[in-house]
């Protein structure tokens, strides 16, 4: 902390003293009070960075109840998606003049996800975001009863993972397939249940028939173990596996995986065992993640506004309404081709 011409630490006499206004100006300047001047809050903001002055946020939650930390409960972020949503939420507190305090769970625990919770009350955040919510997590935060916003990263219900989904079903009939199966997500987390919900959307309203469908767990490797499956699958038998359930009797031409990395682990898997992609299967994945486009083949998959998404749960916390998250878009690449069999 920088300190005065008397050698102690800057305070907002200072600040007050430098701008040519009262000590009560800074604070509302600070706190973001409405009804002040452009002009004179401009000059309290040229102050403190001239004064380098660093605010204490213990001592202003005392005074305002607000302590300008926003909670965020975060679980499995070894994965790209819980990650990527933690950096933009980082971001966008930013913009607003907030930071967050995250604090880690394992979502399969009641327990920790309320401990999770505890610590950041402890801490007087103005409001708390989970990031990729298991069902478990949710039920337990909505059983602590808060009285502070909790809301979800992704827009609730979902409808933009939906959406996106959807994309994914649609690209894959516009080209000509008409049987498909899907990889979904663990069945307990919100993501997944909602990418599937779209899946299954999208293919009553395009006419494709979805002929099987298994569940991985957002990992490379549940992907690259599902080949065999699939490879099953593809030679026109029944998987047979526990993790697999047949729900026609036609062979897919294309696959829509739930996330990225289980895409590749499935080409990886698929490509040891003799099986070009998209030359014997078309596959789409979800999220775009910075690798998406480096795999073999490039990755064809579907880009949320992950940024904009930070900035509505940001928004939502602080009891505003902000611009809306940019639609999902589809990413064309080379693990797609037109079906003509």
Known sequence: MSESEAGRPVGVRDVARLAGVSTQTVSRVLNDYPGIRDETRQRVL???ASLDYRINNA??????RRSRIIGVVASDTSLYGPSAGITALEAAARERGRWIATAYADADDAESVLAAVGHLLAQGVDGIVLVAPHVGTRAAVEKAAI?????????EPGARQADGAALTVTHLADLGHRRIAEI?????????S???AGVAMAAARSGVQVVARWEGDWTASSGHALAEAVETLLAGRN????NSRNVGRNTPTGIVVANDQMALGLMAGLTARGIAVPGGVSIVGFDDNPDAAFYTPALTTVRVDVAGEARRAIDAVLGETGSEPAAPRLVVRAS?????R
């Not at 979904?184 to 997944?192: F, T």
């Not at 797609?336 to 003509?340: G, K, N, P, V």
């Open 46 to 48: 040229d102050a403190v």
């Open 59 to 64: 001592a202003r939650a005392l005074g305002t």
């Open 147 to 155: 009285t502070i916003p909790v809301v979800s990263l992704h827009a």
């Open 184 to 192: 979904a997500g663990p069945s307990d987390w919100l993501e997944s």
């Open 194 to 196: 909602v990418r599937s």
């Open 239 to 242: 998987a047979g596996t526990d």
């Open 336 to 340: 797609t081709e037109a079906f003509s």
